[in-house]
């Protein structure tokens, strides 16, 4: 109450303010909440193959000597650190989109994300562009030593070893580039987070 001449006034309404990030408005059309949802499909697609190229890579390498089991001659795949990085890299990605692609289920049947707006949208971009400098350093580093093995003609003596190494390589950077599209789409949230406070334009 406001005192005015001694006279009492009611106090002007208090504006309603949105105090959290993660709290949205209420009120959204549904053309808005249609295009949302759509692009959030996109985006789980792209998590979605990036968990099944990362994870066929790990799994390739892993597998890289079981024709060669028995042959005391053949070169092993942990012998390498190129490999071993290889297989770390894409161990790590293929959980990583795991967690990604259920955070994505969540906030298409929910309707918000996992963790409060603000957070979800910089810890998405910020661990994409992580994960994807991750992959692209392994594919790099995995691709110089196959080109090296084929100098010193060790594919010519164990032709299986390399035809699965470079399946594992190329399963490796179609992981990578599944992440840097994912690592676009987020950065738009995040550009659409920085104009308007939401992680879409509507």
Not at 137 to 150: D, H, K, P, V
Request: hydrophobic share 45%; aromatic share 16%.
């Amino acid at each position: 109450m406001v005192r005015n001449n001694g006279i009492e006034s009611p106090s002007p309404r208090p504006r309603i303010h949105q105090t959290h990030p993660h709290d949205t408005p209420l009120f959204q059309s549904t053309v808005s909440q249609s295009n949302l949802r759509r692009f959030n499909y996109w985006i789980l697609i792209f998590r979605l193959s990036a968990f099944c190229f990362s994870l066929s890579a790990s799994v390739f390498i892993l597998t890289i000597n079981a024709a060669a089991a028995y042959s005391p001659d053949s070169p092993r795949w942990y012998r390498f650190g190129a490999f071993r990085f290889v297989f770390a890299a894409n161990a790590i990605a293929a959980v990583y989109s795991f967690f990604q692609i259920g955070a994505s289920v969540w906030e298409i049947y929910s309707g918000c994300t996992l963790f409060s707006e603000y957070s979800q949208v910089w810890f998405d971009f910020g661990h994409d562009q992580v994960f994807a400098y991750l992959l692209l350093s392994a594919g790099s580093a995995g691709t110089e030593l196959a080109r090296q093995l084929r100098e010193v003609d060790t594919c010519r003596a164990n032709n299986a070893f390399c035809i699965q190494s470079d399946v594992a390589l190329a399963l490796g950077f179609a992981g990578f580039l599944s992440v840097l599209i994912s690592c676009l789409l987020s950065g738009f949230r995040v550009v659409c987070f920085i104009i308007k406070g939401s992680r879409f334009l509507h």
